[in-house]
């Protein structure tokens, strides 16, 4: 007699459903923001982290929270604030008196989801007790090594930089986002909606997850194999070599960046519900993915660093399909 599959054996989705779903499920509590919704989902598809940009209010943490329950994992927040400790964030070992041990009691960076509110307030030092995790998916508390769960997705917000208590990002840190997006006011029917009881909150407690951690891990390692031609894949390289020879940039895309873009672009493919990457892909999130890791004449800019990209994106050459 033949047992019956157990659901961890069974055959899994395909990424595209799964992405799917995922944007149903999120856009149903994020109203009239489709574009940052999917943008959100190319980061978590991806396998890096986000960062969103905009005004209190805006719907920033119930994005963070809407894809924490699509999901079906865990969920975790830190309210960064000038005197946050980079303990409040990684945990703290306890010491018992009974047992005469210490024992780690992990922080809120131990979740699948976890929000990272205004981290442009919290000071450099507690900004880099987040480098190790978002980069290596662990973090060390007093000399021992601890993993984070998997899948781990790190979703930051930052209020417009110039706001009254905030600190620059490093560029060490803007690096290890996937992606940047602004969240701004919704439409003014989409707003109505939330009026109506139709999104926001509402839809958030009403929300199931339509995946699971363990099929979100194999979906995202799916997507880092869709297929890219290698001439899509020699575009990724010429807008990351143009971006090193514009006249105002000072320093151009990283390595880590051209391979952050190609993730980025598989993820997005898979979104649009494509099992390839066309150039189209690629034009669609270069700004998101490349405009935070460069250096312009000023500084670091975000917004005119989107402009740069987009120009660049313009200028090159594209293979044809």
């Not at 891990?217 to 799916?222: E, F, L, P, Q, R």
Request: negative net charge; charged residues 20%.
């Amino acid at each position: 007699m033949q047992l019956p599959q157990s659901a961890d054996a069974a055959a899994p989705r395909d990424p595209r459903a799964v992405a799917s779903e995922l944007f149903d499920a999120v856009a149903s509590a994020v109203r009239g923001a489709p574009e940052t919704v999917r943008l959100a989902l190319v980061a978590l598809l991806s396998g890096g982290h986000l960062l969103v940009e905009g005004m209190p209010g805006t719907g920033k943490t119930l994005l963070a929270k809407s894809m924490a329950a699509a999901i079906g994992g865990r969920f975790g927040r830190v309210q960064c604030t000038p005197d946050l400790l980079p303990a409040d964030v990684t945990g703290t070992s306890v010491y018992g008196p009974a047992t005469g041990l210490w024992d780690f009691r992990p922080g809120p960076i131990f979740n699948n989801v976890v929000l990272v509110d205004e981290v442009n307030r919290a000071s450099p030092r507690t900004q880099a007790a987040l480098l190790e995790p978002m980069e290596e998916r662990q973090a060390t508390v007093d000399g021992a090594t601890h993993q984070l769960p998997e899948p781990f997705f790190l979703v930051a917000t930052q209020n417009p930089f110039g706001s009254a208590g905030t600190f620059p990002l490093p560029e060490s840190q803007l690096d290890r986002f996937a992606l940047v997006c602004t969240l701004g006011l919704p439409g003014r029917p989409a707003e109505r909606e939330i009026l109506d009881g139709e999104g926001g909150i509402e839809a958030l407690d009403a929300l199931s997850p339509v995946t699971s951690p363990a099929e979100l891990c194999a979906t995202i390692g799916a997507v880092h194999a869709v297929h890219c031609a290698h001439t899509v894949r020699d575009y990724v390289l010429d807008v990351a070599d143009a971006t090193r020879s514009h006249p105002g940039i000072v320093i151009g895309a990283s390595p880590r960046a051209s391979l952050g873009l190609l993730r980025a672009a598989q993820a997005h493919a898979t979104v649009m519900g494509r099992d390839f990457v066309s150039p189209d892909d690629v034009k669609q999130v270069a700004p998101a993915t490349l405009a935070h890791r460069l250096v312009l004449a000023h500084g670091i800019d975000i917004h005119a660093g989107w402009l740069a990209v987009g120009e660049i994106v313009g200028s090159v050459e594209s293979p044809r399909p």
